[in-house]
T-cell receptor, first 110, second 114 residues
Framework: RKEVEQDPGPFNVPEGATVAFNCTYS??????FFWYRQDCRKEPKLLMS???SGNEDGRFTAQLNRASQYISLLIRDSKLSDSATYLC???????????FGRGTSLIVHP | NAGVTQTPKFQVLKTGQSMTLQCAQD?????MYWYRQDPGMGLRLIYY???????DKGEVPNGYNVSRLNKREFSLRLESAAPSQTSVYFC?????????????FGPGTRLTVL
């Protein structure tokens, strides 16, 4: 079983929709969590860190559920420009080596 | 600030040829990383350097060597390229490997091995 798993999608949603992605991780010692965004044929860029209490940045909300070992990303009022692949990243305490999920593809259409 | 730069952007090699991918960062970061990204596989860590003078293996180090030339530069060498090394290679840097630091990525090198 891969350490970090994501549904590859694609999630195909209309503009203005709300969409949510989950990412599950297998190592209970995981300590740090992030969402990165990657546009087609571009490098990944940090979207947001995920804090234990959950956090929000504009239309984006990230949550962590340690008991069930998953993180989530909620996008409200989707824009065409949100179309991208969203990568989940988990860092396990002690190793400090980031493990990336395979990404979830989002397509927002008019 | 250029951030993280990588050269070359594209490269085609024949099986058995060697090459070095260059990476440099101007953010005074301590830690640097090399990843490869293949379709359906996500990013996989090849090697990383927690600080100047140290390097460590990641998930897929076989067939690669690295050099942390100084704080700014971290190169990746393929001694004898194989078709299985066809991939997109990303270099990244972060302030440290402390776990909570943002990684900044270069634009990538698209390598094809024939």
């Amino acid at each position: 079983r891969k350490e970090v798993e994501q549904d590859p999608g694609p999630f195909n949603v209309p503009e203005g929709a709300t969409v949510a992605f989950n990412c599950t991780y297998s190592n209970s010692a995981s300590q740090s969590f992030f969402w990165y965004r990657q546009d087609c044929r571009k490098e990944p860029k940090l979207l947001m860190s995920v804090y234990s209490s959950g956090n929000e940045d504009g239309r984006f909300t990230a949550q962590l559920n340690r008991a069930s070992q998953y993180i989530s990303l909620l996008i409200r009022d989707s824009k065409l420009s949100d179309s991208a692949t969203y990568l989940c990243v988990v860092i396990t305490g002690g190793s400090y080596i980031p493990t990336f999920g395979r990404g979830t593809s989002l397509i927002v259409h008019p | 600030n250029a951030g993280v730069t990588q050269t070359p952007k594209f490269q085609v090699l024949k099986t058995g040829q060697s090459m070095t991918l260059q990476c440099a960062q101007d953010m005074n970061h301590n830690s640097m990383y090399w990843y490869r990204q293949d379709p359906g596989m996500g990013l996989r860590l090849i090697y990383y350097s927690a600080s100047e003078g140290t390097t460590d293996k990641g998930e897929v180090p076989n067939g690669y060597n690295v050099s942390r030339l100084n704080k700014r530069e971290f190169s990746l060498r393929l001694e004898s390229a194989a078709p299985s090394q066809t991939s997109v290679y990303f270099c990244a840097s972060s302030e440290s490997t402390g776990g909570g630091d943002t990684q900044y990525f270069g634009p990538g090198t698209r390598l094809t091995v024939l």
